[in-house]
C-alpha cells in the first residue's frame, strides 16, 4: 500500500464547478501536509498548508481529518487556469516530502 | 531572485552510459532534496542532504545511484549503467532548513534508449 494515496482521475469539469479532491496517507504520527500543484512539464509549487481547523485561500479550501487519516481540497468557481495535477503532500520530520499519485483536474469552458 | 536551477534540462542516455545531473540550489540554502518523477506518478524521495552531510540516501533504488554536495551548495546526482527504468524527471529542491518550504528546481528529463 503506498503511503499517500489520490484517484489519479482525470477529472473533467465546466468553468464555474466545484470540484473535490481526496487523499489518505497511512502513517498515523504524520505531522505535516500539503497541496501542491504541478503544471504539465513543469516542477511542483506549493499551493496550501492543511490543518485539522480548514485552511482557506481564496477559491481553495483545504483540509485535514486525523482521525481518517484524510486529506482534502476543495475548489470553488473553476477557471481554465485551475487545469493542473494536484499533488497530495506528507511531510516528514526530515524534511522528506512523500507525494501521493498526483490527481489530475482539466477544466473546459 | 535566482530559483533553483538543473542542467542539463534534458539528457538522453544510451543504455549502460553514466551520466551526471547538476543541481544548483538557491544560495543559502542549507537543505538539498533529490526526487525522481516517474511518468504519471508523483515524485519520489532519493536522497536529502544537510550542507554537504548526505543525511539520508534510503530512496536510493540501487548502487549505480550516487550523489554528492561537496561544498554544501551545488550537488550532482549520478547514475552509473544507466537502464531503461532510469527513465524519469529529476528534481531538486532545496530549503533553508529542512522543516521550512522546499522549492523546486524545473528538473531534468532523462531518457534512456
Known amino acids: 500500500r503506498k503511503e499517500v494515496e489520490q484517484d489519479p482521475g482525470p477529472f473533467n469539469v465546466p468553468e464555474g464547478a466545484t470540484v473535490a479532491f481526496n487523499c489518505t496517507y497511512s502513517n498515523s504520527a504524520s505531522q505535516s501536509f500539503f497541496w501542491y500543484r504541478q503544471d504539465c512539464r513543469k516542477e511542483p509549487k506549493l499551493l496550501m498548508s492543511v490543518y485539522s481547523s480548514g485552511n482557506e485561500d481564496g477559491r481553495f479550501t483545504a483540509q485535514l481529518n486525523r482521525a481518517s487519516q484524510y486529506i482534502s481540497l476543495l475548489i470553488r468557481d473553476s477557471k481554465l487556469s485551475d487545469s493542473a495535477t494536484y499533488l497530495c503532500?506528507?511531510?516528514?520530520?526530515?524534511?522528506?516530502?512523500?507525494f501521493g499519485q498526483g490527481t489530475t483536474l482539466q477544466v473546459k469552458p | 531572485g535566482a530559483g533553483v536551477s538543473q542542467s542539463p534540462r534534458y539528457k538522453v542516455a544510451k543504455r549502460g552510459q553514466d551520466v551526471a545531473l547538476r543541481c544548483d540550489p538557491i544560495?543559502?540554502?542549507?537543505?538539498l532534496f533529490w526526487y525522481q518523477q516517474a511518468l504519471g506518478q508523483g515524485p519520489e524521495f532519493l536522497t536529502y542532504?544537510?550542507?554537504?552531510?548526505?543525511?539520508?540516501k534510503s530512496g536510493l533504488p540501487s548502487d549505480r545511484f550516487f550523489a554528492e554536495r561537496p561544498e554544501g551548495s551545488v550537488s550532482t546526482l549520478k547514475i552509473q549503467r544507466t537502464q531503461q527504468e532510469d527513465s524519469a524527471v529529476y528534481l531538486c529542491a532545496s530549503s533553508v532548513r529542512q522543516v521550512y518550504e522546499q522549492y523546486f528546481g524545473p528538473g531534468t528529463r532523462l531518457t534512456v534508449t
Open positions: 544560495s543559502g540554502h542549507v537543505s
Open positions: 542532504f544537510q550542507n554537504e552531510a548526505q543525511l539520508d
Open positions: 503532500v506528507v511531510k516528514e520530520d526530515t524534511g522528506k516530502l512523500i
